[in-house]
């Protein structure tokens, strides 16, 4: 699987270099596990949401509801996106 098969979008946060990812609603688990796998500092707050490192950007949030808040200051959000999701 790709990246796209997992996401419905991405948009520019606030911050310049934040970034929200849109999960598609019936990847959410999926997309969680591969996180739980992959993450290195992986953290939960009561299974609301989880956080975590990936090459050295921090995954800030991932929300049960889908959301993936990611700080990445080179800019280039969709290749690490595609490399955390890729099987």
Request: proline share 2%.
């Amino acid at each position: 699987m790709q990246a796209s098969d997992y996401l419905m979008g991405i948009k520019r946060g606030c911050a310049s270099s934040s970034y929200l990812a849109l999960v598609k609603w019936d990847k959410r688990d999926e997309v969680l596990e591969l996180l739980r796998r992959r993450l290195s500092d992986f953290a939960g707050f009561e299974d609301l949401f989880y956080s975590g490192d990936f090459e050295g950007c921090r995954i800030v949030y991932y929300y049960k509801s889908g959301r993936l808040l990611i700080e990445e200051p080179r800019g280039d959000v969709e290749g690490l996106l595609s490399r955390l999701l890729s099987p």
